[in-house]
């Protein structure tokens, strides 16, 4: 495996990968990952708050109806392009990818898992 310097907005990352695509796709999914763990944390306390002082548990949002607003705040921190290098960051020679299409690829392996998921429950 490789190492690739991934920059793009404020995400900067080092990823050992097959492939520069793997790399980006690697710390796009972390990046969206951070974000998406945060929220679902943050909603978890909302419903323990509300079960504890009685509330209804249908006045709570369901966190999977709210996944794509972390998702696109993850999203947001990258620019238009996905920097690429195996030398070093701020690289001028750095090749770059479409930060579009990362996302539509990592969208699709997303979907993908979710879809093996739930055929093996």
Not at 8 to 13: E, H, I, L, N, R
Not at 18 to 32: N, S
Not at 89 to 104: P, W
Request: charged content about 30%; proline content about 2%; overall charge negative.
């Amino acid at each position: 495996m490789a190492k690739y310097y991934i920059q793009s907005g404020t995400v900067s990352f080092v990823i050992g990968a097959h492939d520069v695509e793997g790399a980006a796709l690697w710390a796009m999914h972390r990046t969206i990952e951070k974000m998406v763990v945060a929220f679902e944390d943050e909603c978890e306390g909302v419903r323990i708050s509300n079960q504890e002082f009685g509330d209804d548990e249908s006045d709570v949002h369901d966190p999977i109806e709210d996944i794509y607003e972390p998702m696109l705040d993850g999203l947001a921190r990258f620019d238009e392009t996905i920097k690429c290098s195996q030398i070093g960051f701020g690289r001028e020679d750095a090749g770059t990818l479409e930060t579009e299409e990362v996302f539509r690829h990592w969208r699709q392996l997303m979907q993908a898992a979710d879809y093996l998921f739930d055929r093996l429950n």
